[in-house]
C-alpha cells in the first residue's frame, strides 16, 4: 500500500493519478483554513515507479508565488 498526499481537490487528484495509470484505491479530500484543498489517497504497491515519477515530476519552475504547487501534484508519498 502506497500513502499519497497531493495538492488540490479530487477532480485534479484523479485527473493526475489517471493520466499516470494509477489507480486509487480509496481518496478523501481536505480542506485547509485558507480554503485550498489536499487530498489524501491509496494505491497498491505495484505502482510505486509510476508514483516516483510523478513525486519526481513536480520542480520550482512550478510554484506559483503566494500558491505554491498547481493543484495535482503529488506533494508526498509513503509505503508501507
Request: charged content about 20%; aromatic content about 12%; some cysteine.
Amino acid at each position: 500500500m502506497i500513502h499519497l498526499h497531493i495538492k488540490g481537490g479530487m477532480v485534479a487528484a484523479w485527473r493526475e493519478a489517471d493520466a499516470r495509470n494509477i489507480e486509487l484505491t480509496a481518496i478523501q479530500q481536505r480542506t485547509k483554513d485558507n480554503g485550498f484543498s489536499e487530498c489524501f489517497a491509496a494505491t497498491t504497491s505495484d505502482h510505486i515507479h509510476k508514483v516516483r515519477v510523478w513525486f519526481n515530476a513536480a520542480s520550482f519552475d512550478q510554484l506559483v508565488p503566494g500558491f505554491g504547487y498547481p493543484a495535482g501534484t503529488l506533494l508526498h508519498y509513503s509505503q508501507e
